[in-house]
């Protein structure tokens, strides 16, 4: 079997253990994994082994990819969005993780109309409060929700979150319950069009804790891939 099959293997084995820890169905959880800087070839392995949602950061690259290996797994768009990618992003991408202003989402919003679409977001929050990270602050992540509420063509699947890197992984365990939270009280404003269902959080050095907090979409590309170049 190949590295890159036996990583899967591995990644989702220690998905549906912590998964258990939890008490959670391990079913609960969809595996992202993260190809951005990977190469086709790779990617296709992956693929072969199983990879059904593959996540991008950068939107020319993601196309270069996407025209040759196509629509037969998920694309989803991970990283910070500029607005002038946004028109590509709808037509590439099944969903879009970074919407974190009200800008960027009805620029969103008025693409996926030219397009004839509605488009599946994520609400990037940036819960550590981290100057140099994207994402809504958490004390602002409601009043955006309320603002996203009037925009028809965008649909909020729930919210995702980088916390900052920790040598010792339990350290992120804070940040996650936290954009649970979050989304729990979103929840229970009870906003029209608004499906708090997904909480993506977690990646190759975090993940299983991420998994313990309720995550419902984690993003893996070291783990699964090896170091990027
Ligand atoms: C690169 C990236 C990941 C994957 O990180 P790994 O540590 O390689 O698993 C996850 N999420 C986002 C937003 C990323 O940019």
Do not use: C
Not at 74 to 89: E, F, Y
């Amino acid at each position: 079997m190949s590295k890159i099959a036996d990583n899967l293997i591995s990644v989702k084995e220690r998905i549906e253990k912590a998964a258990l820890r939890a008490a959670r169905d391990p079913g609960e959880v969809k595996l992202v994994v993260v190809s951005k800087t990977i190469g086709v070839e790779e990617i296709r392995e992956a693929i072969s082994a199983g990879a059904a949602i593959l996540g991008e950061s950068y939107v020319q690259e993601a196309k270069e990819k996407i025209e040759e290996i196509g629509h037969q797994v998920r694309w989803h768009m991970i990283g910070h969005l500029q607005t002038n990618k946004v028109k590509q992003a709808i037509n590439l991408f099944d969903m879009i993780y970074s919407a974190d202003s009200i800008n960027l989402a009805e620029e969103i919003d008025k693409r996926a109309k030219q397009s004839g679409k509605t488009i599946s977001v994520l609400i990037q929050v940036n819960i550590s409060q981290e100057t140099t990270k994207s994402g809504i602050e958490r004390d602002s992540a409601i009043s955006l929700v309320s603002k996203i509420v009037n925009l028809t063509n965008i649909k909020v699947e729930g919210l995702m979150t980088m916390p900052p890197y920790f040598d010792d992984p339990e350290d992120t365990r804070p940040y996650f319950k936290s954009l649970r939270e979050l989304k729990e009280e979103i929840e229970r404003k009870g906003f029209e069009n608004i499906y708090m269902k997904e909480l993506s959080m977690g990646m190759s050095s975090d993940f299983e804790i991420a998994v313990e907090e309720g995550a419902t979409i984690i993003r893996v590309g070291t783990a699964i891939f090896g170091e990027r170049g």
